[in-house]
């Protein structure tokens, strides 16, 4: 266990579990966005995700379910994720334990490979809970979008007295449509499952204000965190692979160095490619403009 950053952006290394029980006090957070191990076998840098059981996954997902309710303030709010497949036993565990106001599906299109013999999963689910339905942040108006009946097609609303042009701005709908993070993509890090920064800002700007505190017990490439401190919120953050607490500290501009460690973002493929290639051109002319001069200087001897 190692507890890490400052007191406006805490990580701590260590297993969700044990710090939920023992370092994150009951009803303290304002929101928690749950993005965990979706038991579907991809690789953690060598820590494979795949459970020999399903039971024995949906039971530890279930530990760390309760102790989230438990950490919430009575006015907070919980975002989790899992994959399409394990959804349904997570929203039948939680719906006696706080309310599910909506199920929401974050939708992305595919330029990879895709199933042949049946349809392939294009999107993933997302339960936003609040504790007391009747008390809960949601800032409607700071995450609204274009009303394409309004905005574009002009369409009378004939209800309303006098008739009027329907509004050109509504709350969104439970269908979110953002890319996934791609390894071009200015903000991508080296983590398997980074979920996008737009993604994100939606959900703290409507389910948090400046100086709220959000936990992320399985924090990763550190999106909720990051998002966090741009919002002017605060942030707690688990992570158990040392890899990904080095991307948070680098990411939340916390520390230079790790255990002695210079931090630094991962250079990509193409980048190192035009490194390279840049390189190689300065050699050129400082080694083109070192001839030159030095031919000039014997033939300045010759005369």
Request: charged share 30%; with cysteine.
């Amino acid at each position: 266990m190692e507890f890490l950053g400052n007191e406006q952006h805490k990580i701590i290394n260590g297993d969700s579990l044990k710090v939920l029980k023992d370092f994150v006090d009951d009803n303290s957070i304002d929101l928690i966005f749950i993005d965990p191990p979706y038991n579907i076998g991809k690789n953690f840098n060598g820590h494979k995700d795949k459970w020999d059981k399903d039971e024995d996954y949906l039971e530890w997902c279930y530990e760390w379910l309760q102790l989230c309710v438990k950490k919430l303030k009575k006015s907070g709010s919980l975002y989790v994720m899992t994959s399409t497949q394990f959804m349904p036993f997570f929203d039948i565990f939680l719906r006696d334990k706080i309310n599910i106001l909506s199920r929401i599906v974050w939708y992305y299109d595919s330029s990879g490979v895709q199933a042949k013999k049946y349809y392939g999963s294009m999107y993933e689910p997302i339960l936003f809970c609040v504790k007391d339905a009747n008390n809960y942040t949601f800032n409607s108006n700071v995450i609204l979008v274009e009303a394409k009946t309004g905005a574009k097609r002009k369409l009378i609303d004939y209800r309303k007295n006098p008739p009027q042009v329907y509004n050109s701005e509504k709350v969104p709908g439970n269908v979110w449509e953002y890319p996934r993070v791609r390894y071009r993509m200015e903000e991508y890090e080296n983590h398997p499952t980074q979920k996008p920064i737009a993604l994100l800002e939606r959900i703290i700007k409507a389910s948090s204000n400046e100086g709220d505190i959000i936990l992320d017990p399985f924090a990763g490439a550190f999106t909720t965190a990051y998002v966090a401190q741009k919002l002017h919120r605060k942030s707690i953050s688990i992570e158990l692979q040392e890899d990904y607490i080095k991307i948070g500290l680098r990411r939340l501009g916390l520390s230079d160095t790790y255990k002695g460690e210079k931090l630094e973002r991962e250079l990509k493929t193409y980048e190192l490619q035009k490194t390279n290639t840049d390189q190689f051109k300065l050699f050129e002319t400082n080694y083109g403009t070192y001839f030159h001069e030095k031919n000039q200087r014997n033939s300045a001897k010759t005369l």
